[in-house]
């Protein structure tokens, strides 16, 4: 048989085929039902990432810094029970549930593209809810000017963290007004799945004009401050990572240029793609950075 | 046993180890026409390419530390392993142009002079070139023994270059590419602690080392 170049993309389909099936398994094998959310204006009709390559191709570096690493350990974290701690400047600190937080009559679709600092990018269906839901659920007290999101500490089950890769637990942040906004949500699913583990079981947050990391996975422990948290990456690098982590293809990661992306799936020569500033989100969100440097607020 | 198999090695020939050499690159063409790639497979064929290239630096570095130390002469094969490792690592650059990039020249260009990685391994690779293009029996005819030695030492600063082109390119500080650097300042230490082979005296009337 003659095989040319040509025929290496249409990989794509039988992936997509395998993960129709595989999901197809997965529904037919657990109790827990299909998830299923309302369309959203908010939504990019890009066409979506196929559910193989966004649950294969993850960096989540509690189960190791390999792109597969988390599809091949995340398997090891127990993810039911599970309970989000929300306190600090709240006006009903407490447990919350996964189901208090994102109702299944809650959800929606947000289709949107998510752009890795590493200058790739995908289009991802999730599942999910404002975080201007759950905020408002617990109450934000006036003075609360930040949020902080900490993610799930096990190092028995999550082996990454038997390694000081990191300052463990990975810890995040927003400003109030990125966390109200309403194209932050809090998913918990994906496709008509409910998140995969690599993906941040059993909820995660999804900021899409910032940079990836700054969307944390796994959520245990939602804290509202009146000062700029902690986050991960920029405590270890804090010349490459800033807080804020808008994607900018102006401002270069010390690195690498941030001026072009390559989209997964694309094919081996599928090409670059210019990036866009705040991932083509700047018709929504570039009002709440007036006046702001962001050369120096990267 | 040690004459044994320095005899074995004798008897294999050249083309044998470009054989075995090319095997990596036939595993990869194989994976991009059967999909076993991974989603990213751009990636793949430019991280395995050059990973097999900085290992065939490994161990055309490795020839003379084995012969010093261990009296096993590799020395027969050490073009073909330097051969390979420069193959290896122009596909590499090759597959950053082509599928990395996409020919988007001035960002590259722009790249490679703003960017530490990119710049120690382009640096490398170029360190590496004109020993590629003297690796003949012809050059060193040419050039004459000394100089010819002389020139290939520039691999001692490209190969500590290949390392560092891969640890500056991850997010954290990673295990492996830490690793090969070690290994490769090791192979490197080792040519200064033990300068001739061990178990052999000082060689009479000042009689030059060649390897």
Redesign the interface.
Known sequence: MK?NWS??TP?AD??NRRSFIAAGAAFAASPAAALTGKASPLSTDEKPNSF??IT??NNF?EFG?G??DPARYADAMTIDPWSIEIGGMVERPGSYGVEDLAPDNALEERIYRLRCV?A?SMVIPWIGVPLSSVLNKAGVQPSARFVSFETLMRPEEMRGQSYP??KWPYREGLRMDEAMHPLTILATGLYSDPMPKQNGAPIRLVVPWKYGFKSIKSIVRITLTDKQPFATWQD??PS?YGFYANVNPEV?HP???Q??E?R??S??????QETLKFNGYGEQVASLYAGMDLTKNY | MKRQLNDTLRRLPVWAVWMGGLIPLCLLVWD??T?GL??????D?EHRLGRTALYFLIASLAVTPLVRIAGISLMKFRRALGLLCFTYAGLHLLSWV?????F?WS?MV??VL????LLFGMSALLLLLPLAITSNNLSIRRMGGQAWRKLHKLVYIAAPLVALHWI?????F?VTPGFWLIVILTLLGLRVAIPRPLGRGKPKGGLKEVS
Request: hydrophobic share 40%.
């Open positions: 095989l025929d290496v990989k039988w992936l193989e390559e294969n191709y570096y810094t792109k597969e590493e790739w890769i990191l270890t690098a490459e270069d690195r690498w240029s001026a072009t390559r997964i799936g094919g081996l020569f599928g090409g670059r | 991009i026409f999909g991974g989603v990213e497979p751009v990636r064929v082509t599928m990395d990039m996409a988007l960002q722009k790249d703003k960017r530490p990685y500056w390119a991850l997010k954290t990673p």
